[in-house]
């Protein structure tokens, strides 16, 4: 049935931070904005390793995977929806492509394809993850993609993962725009900038925004963390863990320049190593050189090795670039080692010398890829007499600029998502010219 109205559907991202599922209909043309998986809904009933999903029934039964029809590749129905666009590859806004049909196109910029598909290739395969079969159809910034009745325009922004977009999208009805996660803080608020003035150009009829930071607000950017991390590293007389998501890039290369000027070496994880090779390749980001030699690659202790990780070990055989816990001992006053929360068993052979410290350079529990257990966290460094430093700025843009970003847009329509404070960004928006909508779940608003 074509439809000349135009509408926008929230199937996730309401009232919570994450689980992005956005379907705009136009003229008989569906299409998603991003199809991510929620956190805080499978927390409600699941934890994991213990106690996990065993089926997209289950998901279904307990509303966390919504009940589409046409969508999914367990449905024998037709395909109802033309396309997903996805705007960046945090979880959050992308796992759940493991579930969308496979003749469905998804769109997404090219490093968002190639975090994905490293991802898929260090995770063992699961029901919740899993891009294998996916039909990607890379875009750059600025490019205008065609879909049925609409034009979609993909912009770069900066947040805390590379290759983040925001969209400017023409329908039947006007312009519509999705911030996707965004901040003017980062690495590069140039990008943050020019997608700003692109939405504003558009004179959007709505703007779908997120407003993850309406509590807990700060002051800071990536630049004044760099300069915090550098005081902490210089004065350490043992080793600096740290703690950052390993997708990171913009925290990796502060505490990789960090550690070249302390004379220390940069330690990553395999799995970090594997996606600075896989990011190395995009021409367009700055990414820290595994063959530096202030780069070098952790193996922690275990007895087997994927495939992967043993192709990986293999390439830099013999070139003084990966060590185990050993060695890592009888070095630490030269090392900032990333060191999850969830291999600190490592700390037992490491045996971390006075004057070690422990560096947390994250936060956003369940929002991107880790949720700490603060509880267990603290009982660990207490046992090994680490102090912990909380250095960290977020991957979401600020109150007050994100008013001045909708002032500057002036929408007649503000959809807020990714928060659990609508109300309260509603009352602090209050005097936009466009009203600020609460979105309601499954439900359909026409523009
Ligand atoms: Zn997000
Ligand atoms: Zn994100």
Not at 35 to 49: E, R
Request: include cysteine; hydrophobic fraction near 40%.
């Amino acid at each position: 049935m074509v439809k000349d109205t135009t509408t926008l559907t929230f199937y996730g991202g309401v009232n919570e931070i994450g689980g992005n599922k956005i379907l705009l209909h136009d003229r008989g043309t569906r299409v998603f904005f991003d199809f991510g998986m929620s956190y805080a809904m499978k927390k409600q009933f699941y934890s994991p390793p213990f106690l996990a999903p065993k089926s997209e029934r289950s998901l279904q039964e307990l509303g966390i995977l919504p009940k589409i029809e046409g969508v999914y590749k367990f449905d024998p129905a037709p395909p109802t929806v033309d396309a997903v666009f996805l705007s960046h590859g945090h979880l959050d806004h992308s796992a759940y492509l493991s579930f969308i049909k496979r003749e469905v196109p998804v769109y997404c910029g090219e490093t968002t394809r190639t975090i994905l598909q490293a991802l898929s290739e260090v995770r063992r395969a699961d029901l919740e993850f899993s891009v294998a079969d996916i039909n990607f159809r890379t875009f750059r910034t600025g490019k205008k993609i065609r879909v049925g009745s609409l034009e979609v325009e993909p912009f770069h922004v900066d947040h805390s993962v590379p290759g983040a977009y925001g969209f400017v999208i023409h329908t039947s009805n006007g312009a519509i725009v999705y911030t996707g996660d965004f901040r003017d803080h980062g690495a590069k608020p140039d990008m943050t900038r020019e997608f700003i003035e692109n939405a504003k150009k558009a004179e959007p009829v709505a703007v779908i925004t997120e407003a993850t930071n309406m509590t807990g607000a700060s002051v800071s950017s990536e630049r004044e963390v760099e300069s915090k991390l550098h005081n902490i590293v210089a004065q350490a007389e043992g080793i600096v863990l740290a703690e950052f998501a390993y997708s990171d890039v913009d925290r990796l290369n502060s505490f990789f320049h960090i550690a070249k000027k302390t004379g220390r070496c940069m330690a990553v994880s395999l799995k970090q190593a594997y996606l600075l090779e896989a990011l190395r390749k995009d021409k367009g980001l700055t990414v820290p050189d595994l063959n530096d030699e202030a780069v070098r690659v952790f193996r922690k202790s275990k007895k087997r090795f994927d495939k992967w990780e043993r192709e990986l070990l293999h390439r830099y055989d013999g070139k003084n670039k990966v060590f185990d816990v050993f060695e890592a001992s009888k070095q630490q006053c030269r090392m900032v080692l990333a060191l999850s929360f969830y291999d600190f068993e490592e700390l037992v052979a490491l045996q971390p010398a006075a004057g070690s410290c422990f560096v947390l350079s994250a936060s956003e529990p369940f929002n991107e890829e880790m949720e700490i257990d603060y509880e267990r966290l603290v009982n660990w460094l207490s046992h090994y007499g680490l102090p912990q430093y909380h250095v960290h700025v977020s991957g979401h843009i600020m109150p007050l600029p994100l008013k001045k970003a909708l002032n500057e847009m002036n929408a007649k329509k503000v959809f807020p998502v990714h928060t659990d404070k609508a109300e309260l960004f509603a009352r602090f928006m209050r005097d936009l010219k466009g009203g600020v909508t609460l979105v309601e779940k499954c439900r359909e608003y026409t523009l």
